[in-house]
């Protein structure tokens, strides 16, 4: 079920002309998106460490392969090179660049959208996690809503083709230092 749905993000993106920045892998759900992307006529763009190039199984038919020193630089440069984020189901490593990128959101030091794909409920938990911080005031619905989540590829994008940039972030919140019990 996950396979499918990557196979579908990567129909959605190619037909919206929406190229592929991912870690550039051949293995696991971004290896079957950047898979589909290829072979529906997208452009796929892998930056990988060169400690990871053999481990990941760097992928080898892709339309640019950045080979970096480290996960420092991979980040930054995918950040640099995408002009959104989806997180599809994953483990730490997808949550860890998920927050990355969202923190930077929050801060203020990118205003591009970050999207979940919710395939099957996977992230039901994460989101209800979430509205859980934003309940204990540790923070804002308006940045809470920074991460647009969505079940199928097709409304995923759609919300980042009608996304608008705002100007909040963590700077421009008011600050209540006695809401903590």
Known sequence: MY???ARALARE???DNIALVFGGASVGLMGVIADEVL??????TGVIPSALLEKEIGHPGLTRLHIVKDMHERKAMMATLSDGFIAMPGGIGTLEELFEVFTWSQLGLHNKPIGLLNVS????GLLD???HIVTERFLGQQQASLLLAETTPAALVA???SYRPGTLNKWTLPVDRNIYP
Request: aromatic share 18%; no cysteine; proline share 0%.
């Open 159 to 161: 919300r980042f083709k």
């Open 129 to 131: 996690f979430m509205q």
């Open 3 to 5: 396979a499918q749905a």
């Open 13 to 15: 993106m190619v037909n």
């Open 39 to 44: 072979r529906l006529g997208g452009e796929a």
């Open 121 to 124: 409920g996977f992230f039901d």
